[in-house]
């Protein structure tokens, strides 16, 4: 499986920033982590594996849209509202069981890196 991000970059406190990611195949369940060095990856939002819904994590609530281009096999992900605390390599993922407390993907992309300055 191949996962190709691109999007990321530099942007001011409050500025946005659209990830995108085209996978070598499709997924139900696919969606975008991230991670701060020296700290564990963590999940940003996915499409659920049962119905194909859109999960975030708490911090991306209301900032974040994920979306997806079925027939491209890519998915997106739209960032509003920028804070400092949102700088971390960010990276694709499929194959994710669950969405919510402790997930995980069984496949990640080589990530992009969202640097958010203030």
Same mark, same amino acid.
């Given at each position: 499986? $191949? ?36 700290? $564990?990856?963590?999940?940003?939002? @996915?499409?659920?594996?049962? +119905? ?5 994590? +708490?911090?991306?609530?209301? %900032?974040?849209?994920?979306? %997806?281009? %079925? ?17 971390? =390599?960010?990276? @694709? ?5 669950? @969405? ?12 992009? $890196?969202?640097? =958010?300055?203030?």
């Amino acid at each position: 499986v $191949q996962l190709v991000e691109s999007g990321g970059g530099l942007v001011h406190t409050g500025g946005s920033l659209k990830l995108s990611c085209v996978a070598s195949e499709y997924w139900t369940a696919v969606g975008w982590f991230r991670q701060v060095p020296g700290k $564990q990856r963590e999940g940003v939002s @996915c499409f659920s594996s049962v +119905d194909g819904s859109a999960y975030y994590a +708490d911090f991306a609530e209301g %900032r974040f849209t994920m979306t %997806r281009d %079925r027939a491209k096999n890519a998915i997106f992900l739209q960032m509003n509202n920028l804070k400092a605390e949102d700088t971390a =390599v960010y990276f @694709c993922a499929a194959d994710i069981p669950f @969405c919510g407390s402790n997930w995980y993907a069984e496949y990640y992309g080589q990530g992009t $890196q969202v640097t =958010v300055s203030s």
